[in-house]
């Protein structure tokens, strides 16, 4: 059976205001979180929560602070997405553009017009924007004064970010996204929520109390955001991906399963809008108690979100084998079992496409809600040849197995409504840092030192996509 992708599916791309636009400082942006992520060796650890100084690291190089110059480039880089016949640009909105210190008492009238500005040059071109409100960024006076998301204060300054916004924007954005992969807050405490950990501090704890502040948050900006107005759809977004059993040992199997849960535990309360009992056995056998206000339960209830977010990239491996699980090369931070059948990336992430149909069906199936697959593509090191091209058709092919599998999955019987895929244009990479994992369409000119012309070229896949769009996905 071939059915064709829906007539309004959202084709495009999706970044995110940290990796991409640059000018970290300029026009009253207070500093954030990932603008003290260096790149090297010194990154994973802060990622983690172990923050050194606040900053700066002498002689270190922080990749968001340029990045690739979005912010003042914006428009030329548009015009090629909109050259490639876009429907959906996934962006995010930077929480400190707007509030610098994340608890100021009045917006950044700079940060709200940039905004403006970009979303009126996309709806020029017939672009959705598609819009995160945070991605992987936290005001940094909110880290060092309140303790970041560890204090239920965030929920009340998040709520009035949000509620700027969608006001804000409300005639020119209709999807939103609260927080980009929430469930890397438990992978990349930092990242995911700005946590710094004290010596001694029971980790744990401190994670699962930040996640519900964020929960809280987050179904706070969907009641906002539904309050002003009333069509516009509000998602979740989680990084996915199936966990397969290494063996039918029932023990991999169950283990397997709860790995999943780990992740869909957030989704779980965002879309559901409660606590599974899974979640409530996992407190209560770790120690782990929540502080909630007496209304948490009732707005976790009553404001649960559109549409499921996720992105895709690789499926992972369980078992319960120590001498199996010695066997764990994955390079995902999720860290997984080599899986025999699959090949990996250059950053040794398994590529498995038939896994993003199982991913999709097995969200649909647990959320009966729109899926939208929000990231997801292959990060490789490109080479420009002697006659100034690109040909990156390993990219291709990793796309093109994914789309038909998407396919597949809306066969299946699955509601997706669009695809942006990560990276349209070659950005800072979020685990490492560097510029050399490209994942684009459009090739960028710069290095992992920040050394380079910023001049943009159109690869080879950049022509493919354009055909994928054009004939809405026949033609892959
Ligand atoms: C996701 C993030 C993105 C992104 C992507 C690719 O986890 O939401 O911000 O960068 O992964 O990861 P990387 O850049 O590390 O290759």
């Known amino acids: ?117 970009l979303f009126d040059e996309l709806r020029s071109k017939g672009i959705e924007p598609v819009v995160t409100l945070a991605h992987f960024d936290v005001p940094v006076h909110l880290v060092e004064t309140y303790g970041s998301w560890k204090n239920r204060k965030l929920v009340h300054f998040f709520e009035k970010y949000a509620k700027t916004v969608f006001e804000r924007y409300k005639n020119k954005v209709n999807y939103w996204l609260t927080f980009n992969e929430i469930n890397m807050l438990l992978h990349l405490p930092f990242v995911g929520a700005g946590l710094v950990f004290e010596e001694g501090e029971n980790e744990l704890q401190v994670k699962y109390q930040a996640a519900h502040h964020q929960l809280v948050a987050s179904a706070l900006a969907v009641k906002a955001g539904h309050e002003i107005n009333p069509d516009a759809k509000i998602g979740c977004m989680l990084a996915a991906g199936m966990t397969y059993a290494y063996s039918s040992n029932p023990n991999d199997v169950w283990d397997a399963m709860n790995k999943d849960r780990e992740s869909f535990f957030f989704i779980d309360v965002q879309s559901r809008g409660e606590y599974p009992g899974y979640a409530k056995r996992f407190f209560q056998e770790n120690a782990i108690e929540l502080t909630m206000n007496e209304e948490d339960e009732e707005i976790l209830k009553n404001h649960t979100v559109d549409y499921i977010g996720f992105s895709y990239y690789s499926s992972r491996v369980t078992s319960t084998d120590p001498e199996i699980q010695e066997n764990t090369t994955s390079g995902n931070v999720f860290g997984s079992i080599t899986n025999p059948y699959l090949e990996k990336s250059e950053w040794g992430w398994t590529i498995d496409s038939k896994g993003l149909r199982i991913t999709a069906n097995q969200l649909y199936d647990r959320y009966q809600k729109p899926l939208f697959i929000v990231e997801n593509g292959l990060g490789a090191i490109d080479e420009v040849n002697s006659n100034g091209e690109v040909n990156d058709d390993y990219r291709i092919e990793y796309l093109r197995a994914h789309i038909h599998e998407m396919q597949e999955a809306i066969n299946d019987g699955v509601e997706l409504i669009g695809y942006t895929s990560w990276g349209p244009i070659d950005i800072v990479s979020a685990s490492t840092g560097e510029m050399k994992k490209r994942y684009g369409y459009i090739y960028v000119e710069r290095d992992n030192e920040g050394n380079g012309t910023l001049k943009r070229m159109k690869k080879k896949s950049f022509e493919w996509y354009k055909k994928v769009i054009d004939s809405n996905g026949e033609n892959i």
């Open 1 to 117: 059976m071939k059915n064709g992708f829906p007539e309004d599916f959202l084709w495009g791309g999706a970044i995110a205001a940290n990796q991409t636009e640059g000018a970290f400082l300029e026009e009253g942006k207070g500093l954030t979180t990932v603008d003290l992520l260096p790149t090297g060796e010194k990154r994973f650890p802060i990622m983690l929560g172990n923050l050194p100084s606040f900053y700066p690291i002498e002689g270190e190089y922080y990749p968001s602070h340029e990045a690739i110059d979005f912010y003042y480039r914006y428009k030329d880089d548009i015009a090629l997405f909109a050259e490639m016949g876009f429907k959906a640009l996934r962006l995010s909105i930077s929480w400190a553009r707007i509030f610098p210190n994340g608890d100021d008492v009045e917006p950044n009238e700079a940060g709200l017009r940039f905004y403006d500005n």
